[in-house]
C-alpha cells in the first residue's frame, strides 16, 4: 500500500476470522485493508478439521476437571496434555483456568458460548449465499461415539444442556442405529448422539481463500506485512510493520495466537495460551466416511478433507515455542486404524496448529479498554471457524456503532 494511501479500517490477521471480518466490514460499508505476515489460511486455518461445531456450548473448564490435571502432565500423549517442560510457564492459566471451572463461571460461559453459537450459525446461512459458497459445505451432521452405557449416561448433561439451547439431536443406544448413519464402525461403539444440523466445509483452507477472493473483487485490499507492534499517538493508533507505519481510523486485531503480543504493545494483557492441535490428512479416503465423526473418549475426530479425510484434535497446552511432538498425530491415527475397520493409516501428511486458548474458552470481542480504535477479535480456542462469521458480524457492528445481536458484555477485554 502507498504511503499516503491509509486505509479506514486494518485487520490484522488472515485466518478464518480475519477475512471473514474483513468481509463483514466491507459488506458494512468500511474501506478495509487485511493484513497478514504469510498470507490467507497460511497457518492455523489451513489444518483445522473443517468443523462448523455449532453443538459445542461447554466450556474446556468444566465443573471437576482440576481433578483430572495430574493426568496431563503424566500422559504426554493423552486427549488434554500440559507437557512438563511447560508447567510451570502455564500456571497462572491454570488457576484462572480453575476458577472458570466453578459452577457460577461454567453456567454463564455456557450460556455465553451458546448465543454465540446461536448468532454464528445464522450469520454462516446469511455468508453462504453472499459469497456463492454452497459448494463448499456439506451438510451431513455428526456423530459423537461412546463406548458403554456408563461412558454414554456420563454425556447426559452435556446433551440435557444443548436441549434447553434448542440444538437438535437423536440419542443412538445400539451398534445398529449408530450403523445406520455410519455403517463400518467397530463394535466398541455403542452409543451415540447425532446432530443433523452440523456442517463442514469441504476444506478450511479452501473456504478461507474463497471468502478472500470475494474480499478482494469487492475492492478489499490485502498485504502481506509483518505487524510488529501497535503505536498511540496524539493523533490515534499506528500499525507498526517492516514497511512502515499505517494510520487507519481503526484497527482490528485478529492475529489468533499472536494477537496478545500485539495488546501488550498498547498496554492490554491476556491471559491467552495456546491449545496445539494435531493432525494427519490422508489425499484418499480408504474409509467410507458418511458423517463427521468425534471420538469423545478420546479427543479426536474424523472429517472429510476434499477427496481424503483427516484425523485430528487433542488439546495440548504447549504455549508458540517448544517443538511439535508428532507422537501425538501418530496416536490417533493409530486409533482410527483400531476404530475403523479398513481404514489405510499409511500415507498422511503430519499437521500441528496453534489455537488460541483463554481460560474460560471465550473469546475477546470488544474494544480496547485503553485504545478505543483498537477492536480486538480472538480467543476462539479450538472454534475459530465455528465462530468466525457471527464473530465477524459483531465486529462490524462495534466498527459501525451499532448494536450488537447478542450481548458482548462476555466477551469484553477487560474481564480477567
Known amino acids: ?89 502455564i500456571a497462572p492459566w491454570m488457576l484462572r483456568f480453575w476458577r472458570a471451572s466453578w459452577p457460577d463461571r461454567y453456567a454463564a460461559a455456557v450460556e455465553a458460548q451458546a448465543n454465540m453459537m446461536k ?21 451431513e451432521g455428526q456423530l459423537q461415539l461412546y463406548e458403554g452405557d456408563r461412558q454414554f449416561r456420563a454425556s447426559l448433561p452435556a446433551w440435557e444442556k444443548r436441549r434447553d439451547h434448542g440444538i437438535a439431536f437423536q440419542l443412538l443406544e445400539s451398534p445398529a ?82 494477537s496478545h503480543h500485539l495488546a501488550r504493545t498498547i498496554g492490554d494483557h ?51 515455542k517448544l517443538p511439535p511432538n508428532f507422537k501425538r498425530a501418530e496416536t490417533l491415527v493409530q486409533k482410527a486404524a483400531q476404530f475403523l475397520p479398513g481404514f489405510d493409516p499409511e500415507g498422511g501428511t503430519q499437521w500441528m496448529g496453534f489455537r488460541p486458548s483463554l481460560p474460560d474458552s471465550l473469546p475477546v470481542i470488544g474494544r480496547s479498554p485503553k485504545v478505543k480504535d483498537v477492536i480486538y477479535a480472538f480467543g476462539h480456542n479450538h472454534l475459530g471457524l465455528t465462530q468466525s462469521a457471527g464473530t465477524a458480524e459483531l465486529v462490524n457492528a462495534i466498527a459501525s456503532r451499532q448494536d450488537p445481536e447478542i450481548p458482548l458484555r462476555p466477551y469484553r477485554a477487560n474481564r480477567f
Open 177 to 258: 442405529a449408530i450403523a445406520d448413519i455410519q455403517p463400518g464402525l467397530h463394535s466398541r461403539f455403542t452409543h451415540a448422539g447425532f446432530t443433523p444440523d452440523w456442517m463442514n466445509t469441504v476444506d478450511p483452507e479452501r473456504w478461507t481463500k474463497h471468502l478472500a477472493h470475494a474480499f478482494v473483487a469487492r475492492g478489499g485490499q490485502i498485504e502481506t506485512a509483518n505487524v510488529q507492534a501497535l503505536q498511540t499517538t496524539e493523533t490515534g493508533t499506528g500499525v507498526v510493520t517492516e514497511r512502515g507505519v499505517l494510520h487507519p481510523l481503526q484497527i482490528v486485531v485478529c492475529a489468533g495466537a499472536w
Open 1 to 89: 500500500m502507498a504511503q499516503n494511501a491509509q486505509p479506514e479500517i486494518v485487520v490484522i490477521g488472515a485466518g478464518v476470522i480475519g477475512v471473514t471480518t474483513a468481509l463483514a466490514l466491507q459488506s458494512g460499508g468500511h474501506q478495509v485493508c487485511l493484513l497478514d505476515r504469510s498470507g490467507v489460511a497460511a497457518e492455523t486455518s489451513r489444518g483445522n478439521a473443517g468443523a462448523f461445531a455449532y453443538t459445542d456450548i461447554e466450556p474446556l473448564a468444566t465443573p471437576g476437571i482440576m481433578r483430572k490435571a495430574p493426568k496431563w502432565l503424566l500422559d504426554p500423549l493423552g486427549p488434554l496434555s500440559v507437557p512438563p517442560a511447560y508447567a510451570l510457564n
Open 270 to 320: 491476556f491471559p491467552l495460551e495456546t491449545e496445539r492441535g494435531y493432525n494427519t490428512t490422508f489425499p484418499t479416503a480408504s474409509f467410507d466416511l458418511r458423517t463427521h465423526l468425534t471420538f469423545s473418549g478420546h479427543g479426536f475426530v474424523v472429517s472429510k478433507i476434499g477427496e481424503g479425510l483427516r484425523v485430528g484434535g487433542a488439546v495440548e497446552l504447549g504455549g508458540l
Open 119 to 139: 448468532l454464528s450459525r445464522a450469520a454462516l446461512e446469511r455468508l453462504i449465499p453472499s459469497v456463492s459458497g454452497e459448494a463448499l459445505i456439506r451438510r
